[in-house]
T-cell receptor
Framework: GPKVLQIPSHQIIDMGQMVTLNCDPV?????FYWYKQILGQQMEFLVN????????KSKLFKDQFSVERPDGSYFTLKIQPTALEDSAVYFC???????????FGPGTRLTVL | GDSVTQTEGQVTVSESKSLIINCTYS????????LFWYVRYPGEGLQLLLK?????QKGSSRGFEATYNKETTSFHLQKASVQESDSAVYYC????????????FGDGTVLTVKP
């Protein structure tokens, strides 16, 4: 079936540095999402993105977070600067429509030291 | 806000036995939400198992069933006879019927099927 890819699979960085997580969504999908899962906790919605704009974001989507998808390339989540509490697995998802089935990537494990 | 509760963190069942994984939900929306079961098999990404968008309806896939019960606000996952290949992590999720597609997940239930 359709696949969402995430690059890299693991990322280790020092606190205060910038990090960019990359997502290659399903090719004809129009809606894009990021979810965050801290070890042992629920997977939580961060943000969704459609037509070049953020449609909805949660309280977890801090000012240090940003998303973009320039010219149909990767859908990215940038964190600048990173903090210790940003350590988690970040899952990207995409869907053809807002209420349609979301296809998830395998996740990027981010460790902030 | 919305919340989803899965009471069992881990479930172990012998092959060919029946299974039930409990899920209850809560929402502040006046409209009935969409309900989902997602599954993550070992080494793979999260994938949709089944979805029900109408209260009172039942969804089914790969031998699994779940009925949307608005009276008890439940969406339990059941299977009459499990197989070893069903071993995975199962997540119940709620989606509001808005255009944003935001999903609220439960904690997940690790299912281990013993041969």
């Amino acid at each position: 079936g359709p696949k969402v890819l995430q690059i890299p699979s693991h990322q280790i960085i020092d606190m205060g540095q910038m990090v960019t997580l990359n997502c290659d969504p399903v090719s004809n999908h129009l809606y894009f999402y990021w979810y965050k899962q801290i070890l042992g906790q629920q997977m939580e919605f961060l943000v969704n993105f459609y037509n070049g704009k953020v449609m909805e974001k949660s309280k977890l989507f801090k000012d240090q977070f940003s998303v973009e998808r320039p010219d149909g390339s990767y859908f990215t989540l940038k964190i600048q600067p990173t903090a210790l509490e940003d350590s988690a697995v970040y899952f990207c998802a995409s869907s053809f429509a807002g209420g349609a089935e979301q296809f998830f990537g395998p996740g990027t494990r981010l460790t902030v030291l | 806000g919305d919340s989803v509760t899965q009471t069992e963190g881990q479930v172990t069942v012998s092959e060919s036995k029946s299974l039930i994984i409990n899920c209850t939900y809560s929402t502040t929306s006046i409209a009935y939400p969409n309900l989902f079961w997602y599954v993550r098999y070992p080494g793979e990404g999260l994938q949709l198992l089944l979805k029900v968008i109408t209260a009172g309806q039942k969804g089914s896939s790969r031998g699994f069933e779940a009925t949307y019960n608005k009276e008890t606000t439940s969406f339990h996952l059941q299977k009459a006879s499990v197989q070893e290949s069903d071993s995975a992590v199962y997540y119940c999720a709620l989606g509001e019927i808005t255009n944003t597609g935001k999903l609220t997940f439960g904690d997940g239930t690790v299912l281990t099927v013993k041969p």
